[in-house]
């Protein structure tokens, strides 16, 4: 990435939709599509400035007047270093982030460089903390979703199993009961408790099932009961009145 000329406004480094997309090896248009599509994660005065009217015309005047292309435009949006770091977060690409960490190094922190009284380094600490923590926050998120996506492993596979196994054994009324001893009505007890599961859960195996949920479905399990003619079927097997253990 070249070295860029530095521009300030409103004591703040900022660059431009054309300089930042450039650094980040994409096109004005996408970085302004991506703004137009996410206008709600960028605030005015925070990630960027919007010029028009007297106020682009006297930054066109002071820091443009080398970039015939730029004079044309009737308005202009300045990127601070959180927009920048904004941006790459939405292109979400190694390119980006590394332009931005360079930008973030060596033009954004440069201007830290100059005698400021106390205020204004604290000013720009918080800055600095603010960008960090928006950073760390995505970081965050990305785990909390990757966590809520893992299926169960094989020891709560195996974990899911011992439950079935043994609710199907209550739902018999024991394992010497008439009922389990019955292989026939035994395996349309298991295939109820399975098919529930898997319908309540929306997965096609109980392997899939998600790690988050696993709680709740060996409380679901433990929950289960036998209705209608199954239900018939075990009391009438075991000859009396079957009432989960």
């Known amino acids: 990435m070249n070295k860029l000329v530095p521009v300030e406004f409103k004591k703040q480094r900022i660059i431009t939709t054309k300089i930042m997309a450039e650094s980040f090896g994409t096109e ?13 994660r960028f605030t005015e005065g925070k990630h960027y400035y919007k010029l028009d009217g007297e ?13 015939p292309s730029m004079l044309r435009v009737n308005c202009l949006y300045l990127w601070t270093e959180r927009g920048v770091a904004r941006h790459a977060k939405i292109l979400d690409t190694d390119e980006a982030w590394e332009v931005y960490e ?7 922190k440069a201007q830290g460089s100059k005698q400021l009284s106390p205020m204004d380094q604290l000013k720009l600490q918080y800055q600095v903390l ?14 909390i979703y990757l966590e809520g996506a893992m299926t169960i492993d094989h020891g709560q596979a195996v974990n899911i199993k011992l439950a079935v196994d ?14 389990y001893l019955n292989k026939e009505l035994k ?6 408790v399975w098919k529930s599961i898997k319908e309540y859960f929306n997965v ?3 392997h899939n099932l998600l790690r988050k949920d696993m709680e709740e479905a060996t409380k679901y399990i433990s929950n289960l ?8 079927e075990v009391q009438q097997e075991n000859s009396q009145m079957c009432l989960e253990v």
Not at 28 to 40: E, Y
Not at 56 to 65: E, G, I, S, V, W
Not at 187 to 192: A, L
């Open 28 to 40: 004005d248009k996408i970085i302004s599509n991506n703004f137009n599509r996410n206008t709600n």
């Open 204 to 206: 096609t195996a109980y």
């Open 225 to 232: 009961t036998l209705q209608g003619g199954t239900l018939r």
């Open 187 to 192: 395996s349309k007890i298991y295939r109820f």
């Open 130 to 143: 603010e960008v960090h923590e928006e950073k760390l926050n995505e970081v965050s998120e990305k785990v």
């Open 166 to 179: 043994l609710k199907v054994r209550r739902l018999c009324c024991g394992s010497e009961s008439n009922a």
């Open 55 to 67: 106020e682009l015309k006297a930054f066109k005047t002071n820091h443009l007047n080398d970039e």
């Open 102 to 108: 360079e930008l973030e190094e060596n033009y954004f």
